[in-house]
């Protein structure tokens, strides 16, 4: 019985950790959000202390679905993880499957691509919306502005000058739009995380059965439906991991929204706690806990459901 | 049979040239940020030097004359160090302990630990900052920062861990134990030996996500224990107008763990597979 003990205990230290860690602050949290809590009120300065006699009820609760910028926050938050987890699921297994096979300097391949992985997601926002995504002086400005430049001049052409001068001048896009900074956000977090896809489907379909695929060749399958038929199912659980490891990490997707959508309206849960964070504690309290509950329904969903597979 | 020979005749071509293609879009925006740090502010921005243009270290000096890079440097390599070991040293042994010794609820105590991940930290850094500056004192220390950065870590690590252990055959513990091994020689000698690509991926990537991590560091330091993701945030306010000397900064808070991360590539991909190969 001993034996069986101790090895049981090894798992207390992380176990009570991340229970203090989780608790604690939680719990706070919670408490915040039903009371009335400010950081600065001249007019109410009893509120700026957090104290039981400033018991508000649901009442941050109420206030924040009632913010009209709740509801676009909620909806954006799952779009973002949604958009990215499908792009990056795609991108990842069309790329694993086309540096599968063996070419000169595949090494090197592997190695560039897996380099937007170690990129600090700061930067990455910071290298995305500056220099490459920028209307005017980033390389999209550029761009654009050739594109322009080059088409201007051939109208100048004898014959074939009219014909483009029927083409309109193109306008490059503003990545600083509420709904085009979503896009922005979704590229360079796509761009960053399609190597981890592609890192961990590579490594399982290497492990595929080559001898099924050389009967499916032998039958004549075309490689499509090899790769529907083979491929695909085999990657199940690959899938069900990036999936998962994605979502836990995108759902609290803070710093790309901050550095992209600064003030312009585009918004998801993390990012609307943060700015009620800037004096009105109780509802960004409320709004946590809203976003607590958003990440359990997404873990009921998808941790349980991929998490069984897992387990055996 | 002709049409396969045919197509992997094309192929050999075709795909080979397309994976490169694929690789240097995916490699550019980090190329252009290296080149980039190498312009001066105003050639930055102009497209008539793109590619031709005097390469300058002036955005480099000014970066170490204006703030101590070193410093931030060091603090990242302290903090994520630590807090990498700290992870393996909690982790090796919880999941040790779920992988040879589970119980009924080893797979909600797992499920529970990766829950904690999806939390948002906005949602309690108010009580965080609160706590640390008002009752525990330790704002914007070392230890906090390797305190929090190994939390956030560890389920990840644990489950990387977890999934490393279950491959290996439990019968080489259990005879282990019937020659009189303790439980610490069990995992000293016999598992960390076994499992070690496993624990060196998992070291790595926990590495790289603390090193990576701009939420907390930034947060939770002013600049006693201030890393390189607080240099990042202190440098990218003034938006457009300073390529040359954000792409500089950039590149000297991201290079360190790119270059860590090229030369381990190998490890890492051994190791992230997250149970995935059978």
């Known amino acids: 019985m001993a034996d069986r003990t101790l090895p049981k205990l090894l798992q207390t230290p992380a176990v009570i950790l991340l229970l203090i860690w989780m608790i604690v602050p939680l719990s706070m949290t919670l408490y915040f959000s039903f009371i009335r809590y400010v950081l600065n009120n001249l007019r109410r300065p009893e509120w700026t ?8 009820g ?8 009632n913010n009209k910028d709740f ?22 297994l069309a790329i694993a499957v086309l540096i599968n096979r063996s070419f000169p300097g595949r090494g090197i391949v592997r190695v560039l691509l897996i380099s937007p992985f170690f990129v600090m997601p700061a ?8 220099m490459l995504l920028d209307p005017v002086l980033g390389l999209q400005g550029i761009a654009v502005g050739g594109i322009n430049d080059m088409i201007d001049g051939l109208r100048d052409f004898p014959v074939l000058g009219a014909f483009f001068s029927l083409w309109p001048e193109l306008e490059p896009i503003s990545f600083r739009a509420t709904q085009t900074s979503a896009y922005a956000v979704i590229m360079m977090v796509t761009w960053q995380w399609t190597p981890f896809a592609v890192l961990i489907f590579m490594t399982s379909l290497q492990s595929e059965d080559q001898q099924q695929k050389e009967a499916a060749i032998l039958d004549g399958a075309s490689n499509w439906s090899q790769f529907i038929n083979l491929t695909v199912p085999h990657l199940a659980r690959p899938i069900a991991i990036v ?8 759902l609290s997707l803070y710093a790309e929204i901050e550095i992209v959508s600064r003030g312009n309206g585009n918004k998801n849960l993390p990012y609307l706690i943060g700015e009620f964070a800037n004096n009105n504690i109780g509802a960004a309290s409320a709004t946590g806990i809203f976003a607590v509950i958003l990440a359990n329904i997404v873990a009921i969903f998808l941790l349980r459901m991929i998490g069984k597979s897992l387990m055996d | 049979m002709a049409a396969i020979t045919n197509q992997s005749r094309f192929g050999k071509i075709a795909w080979p040239v397309l994976a490169w293609l694929v690789a240097l879009i995916f490699f550019f ?40 890079y070193w410093k931030f440097a060091l603090n990242s390599v302290i903090t994520a160090t630590f807090a990498t070991l700290f992870a393996l040293v909690v982790g090796v042994p919880c999941a040790y302990a779920m992988a040879f010794n589970p119980s009924r609820h080893t797979k909600d105590v797992l499920m529970w630990m990766l829950s904690t ?4 930290a906005a949602a309690v850094l108010y009580p965080m900052t609160f706590l640390t500056k008002n009752f525990l004192g330790i704002y914007d220390t070392h230890f906090l920062i390797i305190l929090v950065l190994c939390l956030i870590n560890l389920p990840i690590a644990i489950w990387m861990l977890f999934t490393y252990f279950k491959e290996i055959p439990k019968e080489i513990l259990e005879a282990a134990k019937m020659d009189g091994v303790t439980t610490w020689g069990e995992i000293r000698d016999i598992l960390i030996p076994l499992a070690w690509g496993g624990i060196a991926s998992t070291a790595l990537l926990t590495f790289i996500f603390c090193w990576n991590e701009a939420y907390w560091t930034v947060r939770l330091t002013t600049t006693e224990a201030a890393t390189l993701s607080k240099l990042i945030e202190g440098n990218r306010a003034p938006e457009g107008l300073f390529f040359g000397r954000l792409s500089a900064v950039s590149t000297a808070a991201v290079m360190p763990i790119v270059v860590l991360g090229w030369f381990c590539q190998k490890q890492l991909v051994q190791g992230l597979t997250f149970g995935a190969v059978k």
């Open chain 2, 117 to 120: 991940k999806m939390l948002p």
């Open chain 1, 71 to 92: 509801v676009l926050a909620m909806t954006n938050s799952l779009f973002i993880v949604g958009s990215i987890l499908v792009l990056t699921v795609i991108l990842g």
């Open chain 1, 123 to 130: 930067v990455n926002a910071v290298l995305w919306i500056n």
């Open chain 1, 243 to 250: 999936v998962m490891i994605q979502s836990i990490f995108h």
């Open chain 1, 58 to 65: 649901f009442g941050n609760y109420e206030f924040v679905m």
């Open chain 2, 29 to 68: 925006p980090i190329f252009w940020m290296v080149l980039t740090s190498f312009k001066t502010d105003a050639d930055a921005v102009k497209p008539e030097f793109l590619f031709s243009f005097t390469p300058t270290l002036e955005n480099y000096t000014n970066m170490t004359d204006n703030y101590d």
């Open chain 1, 49 to 56: 202390t957090p104290s039981l006699s400033n018991w508000r």
